[in-house]
């Protein structure tokens, strides 16, 4: 896995001209990166989701797009629309968008969930359909999704079914003060996105991305991915837990994190580390729970501090 953590640690150490002192997240969109998945970058306004989104698009050098959500919008908006040619009187096909490799929905909670609705197709079949007639999407293709809190105003919450086709929830929280004044003096004269190379080729994105499949899980680790998001669903303080799609994210997931970390096998430790990430917007707790404030993010903890971690040769060589 050496070719996969160089390509990871190039990217990463690139975002990071712009995303400073944010390693972790800025990890996490690299990990949503390798297993062809989506993120959702929810924080406050100011803290640099639109940038995160930005730096991946331009270290990759892949063609990038970006919707600005807002209640107006329809769905044609984001995934094209046919026009009626005068001269070859025929329709054409005008795509929106969404027809590229990286798109950044930005405030995607800004838009009616009509709208929001029109993601769906596309996130899941990498593919949209316009007035019967399916377009197959770029590849690589991944969604970025910005949100503000939904206490925020005019914000509209996500459907349950578009939240769980994202791979992971990324949060960048605010900088400490150090960093702060590094961000200032970064940017004095331009801002340092600007001037961000690529560094990484489209092709070496699609070997990472299938060289991160064979990276071993151990059954007892498979298991404890099970368990986890099964707990969830078990739990009393939730109304709905995570879905089968949850264990299959912690699954890829905890494969590119190894491949990060050049190994070629998965540790108990990978998968707690996604738990958050992967489980949290997945899992909704019920009414009398939020009224006392217990979170998602409480819960998933809780669940994860309770489960039994497993023990023994997880590396796959004594099988070997």
């Known amino acids: 896995m050496t070719e996969v953590?160089?390509?990871?640690?190039?990217?990463i150490a690139?975002?990071?001209?712009?995303?400073?002192g944010k390693r972790e997240s800025v990890e996490l969109a690299v990990?949503?990166?390798?297993?062809?998945?989506?993120?959702?970058?929810?924080?406050v306004p100011g803290v640099g989701k639109t940038m995160l989104a930005r730096s991946l698009a331009r270290s990759?050098?892949?063609?990038?797009?970006r919707i600005q959500f807002t209640p107006d919008m329809l769905p044609s908006d984001v995934t094209g629309v046919s026009i009626f040619n005068q001269v070859s009187r025929e329709f054409e096909f005008r795509p929106g968008p969404i027809m590229a490799q990286v798109v950044l929905a930005d405030e995607i909670n800004r838009a009616t969930p009509k709208t929001q609705a029109a993601l769906l197709e596309a996130m899941e079949e990498r593919q949209v359909t316009v007035?019967?007639?399916?377009?197959?999407?770029?590849k690589p293709f991944m969604v970025l999704a910005t949100q503000n809190?939904?206490?925020?105003?005019?914000?509209?919450?996500?459907?349950?079914a578009q939240l769980d086709r994202f791979l992971l929830r990324v949060s960048l929280g605010y900088p400490t003060a150090e960093d702060e004044v590094n961000i200032l003096e970064r940017q004095q004269f331009s801002h340092p996105v600007e001037s961000l190379t690529q560094v990484v080729s489209v092709d070496e994105v699609l070997d990472a991305q299938e060289a991160i499949k064979s990276v071993y899980v151990a059954p007892l680790l498979k298991r404890y991915m099970v368990e986890l998001s099964r707990r969830t669903r078990q739990h009393a303080e939730v109304y709905l837990g995570a879905s089968p799609r949850a264990?299959?994210?912690?699954?890829?997931?905890?494969q590119a994190r190894a491949a990060i970390a050049g190994r070629d096998y998965v540790l108990p430790d990978d998968v707690k580390h996604l738990a958050l990430p992967a489980?949290?917007?997945?899992?909704?707790?019920?009414?009398?729970?939020?009224?006392?404030?217990?979170?998602?993010?409480?819960?998933?903890e809780e669940i994860v501090g309770k489960t039994p971690v497993p023990g023994g040769d997880l590396t796959g060589k004594d099988a070997a």
């Open 279 to 300: 489980l949290g917007h997945r899992v909704i707790p019920g009414p009398a729970a939020r009224l006392r404030d217990v979170s998602a993010k409480l819960i998933v």
């Open 247 to 254: 264990s299959l994210t912690l699954y890829r997931a905890s």
């Open 5 to 11: 953590k160089t390509f990871a640690e190039r990217v």
């Open 14 to 20: 690139n975002i990071e001209k712009v995303i400073i």
């Open 60 to 65: 990759l050098g892949c063609e990038f797009s």
């Open 131 to 138: 007035d019967g007639v399916t377009h197959i999407l770029p």
């Open 149 to 160: 809190p939904i206490e925020y105003e005019g914000t509209f919450p996500l459907p349950e």
């Open 31 to 43: 990990i949503g990166l390798l297993c062809q998945g989506h993120l959702l970058i929810e924080d």
